[in-house]
Nanobody
Framework: VQLVESGGGLVQPGGSLRLSCAAS????????MSWHRQSPGKGRELVAH????????VYTDSVKGRFTISRDNAKNTVYLQMNSLKPEDTAVYYC???????WGQGTQVTVSS
């Protein structure tokens, strides 16, 4: 099993980033997927969740209207489009397959001027 995140980096406040998570070794189209994040000194929190066919999504309140989770089951990839980024969005972002509780290695997102 592998979950490989990419797309993190340094961005100015108000900017955008798109994170990708490429999955292998799992029946991706059958699994719900989620994105989580962890800031220094804080616990890991759920950011967004998407069902296996992509028909339903859930977001934590602080990102509603700014972030969008989506997936391409043909490419075994889940995405997190992040717009209107704020300094408090700075964190390591992790992809997760909840049903098997498997995590990716994380990608750093830093929002700073």
């Amino acid at each position: 099993v592998q979950l490989v995140e990419s797309g993190g980096g340094l961005v100015q406040p108000g900017g955008s980033l798109r994170l990708s998570c490429a999955a292998s070794g799992i029946p991706f189209s059958s699994y719900d997927m989620s994105w989580h994040r962890q800031s220094p000194g804080k616990g890991r929190e759920l950011v967004a969740h998407i069902t296996s066919a992509g028909g339903s999504t859930v977001y934590t309140d602080s990102v509603k209207g700014r972030f969008t989770i989506s997936r391409d089951n043909a490419k075994n990839t889940v995405y997190l489009q992040m717009n209107s980024l704020k300094p408090e969005d700075t964190a390591v972002y992790y992809c997760r397959a909840p049903v098997i509780n498997y995590w990716g290695q994380g990608t750093q997102v830093t929002v700073s001027s």
